[in-house]
């Protein structure tokens, strides 16, 4: 089982500001197998190709595919290209105008955002994930922040595999890594159905949603 993690808004909460977000939401794309992965893999460079560079000659390539940068009918394009097995999402909103204020400081974002994704990863069945569980999340964090990130999880999801499952947790380049591009599409339009009420993007994928929760309604 493969598990790839990502996360639309911001952790700031000066809601003076015009740029502060008022959710922040982490989401995850479980793939089971094999065939899963190479689905997306295949969507996400085919729409690469078809969509944002058929036909370019002495301009910027464009490498990866953002959700907050890729236009509706490209997105769509992108799911009708996916394989529909062995792959679902999980996803939470927090509202961030109800988090306490000991969580707003900079340490206590780092450990609401691991809560967050602990709590988000404890939903996901791992019984049955062998040979292994292996967490892909994008490499934003500083060295002390993945290491803080990879002992807490590590040590919360202990419990919840089987002896004889490893847990491989890697912080990998978006560009290089077609699931962390899919999960970053799904986890913008749930964002936006959540700040903004924009549900046309998240419509195509609901259906492929095994959870979803707002926290601190």
């Known amino acids: 089982m493969v598990i790839f993690l990502d ?19 982490i989401t995850l794309l479980v793939c089971d197998g094999p065939e899963a992965m190479d689905g997306f893999k295949k969507s ?13 000659s002495g301009s910027r390539v464009v490498e990866e595919l ?27 909103a927090l509202n961030k105008r109800r988090v306490e204020e000991r969580l707003r400081t900079p340490l206590g974002k780092k ?7 602990r709590f988000l990863l ?9 040979p292994a569980v292996t967490l892909v999340t994008d490499r934003c964090k500083n060295k002390e922040e993945i290491k803080d990130f ?13 002896l004889n499952i490893p847990l491989n947790i890697y912080h990998e ?15 913008w339009g749930i964002f936006r159905k959540y700040e903004s009420g924009d549900v046309a993007w998240y419509e195509n994928f609901a259906g492929r949603i095994a959870f979803e929760t707002e926290y601190l309604r």
């Open 173 to 187: 380049s978006s560009q290089a890594n077609p699931g962390l591009q899919a999960v970053d599409l799904f986890c």
């Open 150 to 162: 990879n002992r807490y999880v590590a040590n919360q999801l202990e419990s919840l595999l089987p």
């Open 111 to 117: 450990k609401l955002y691991n809560f967050l994704a």
């Open 7 to 25: 996360e639309s808004g911001d952790l700031g909460f000066d809601f003076a500001k015009a740029k502060t977000s008022r959710k922040f939401v």
């Open 122 to 130: 404890e939903h996901v069945d791992l019984s049955s994930a062998a």
């Open 66 to 92: 953002k959700g907050s940068g890729t236009a509706l009918a490209i997105k769509e394009y992108f799911y009708r290209q996916v394989s529909n097995t062995d792959w679902r999402i999980y996803t939470v």
């Open 44 to 56: 996400v460079r085919r729409t690469l190709k078809n969509k944002l560079n058929h036909r370019k």
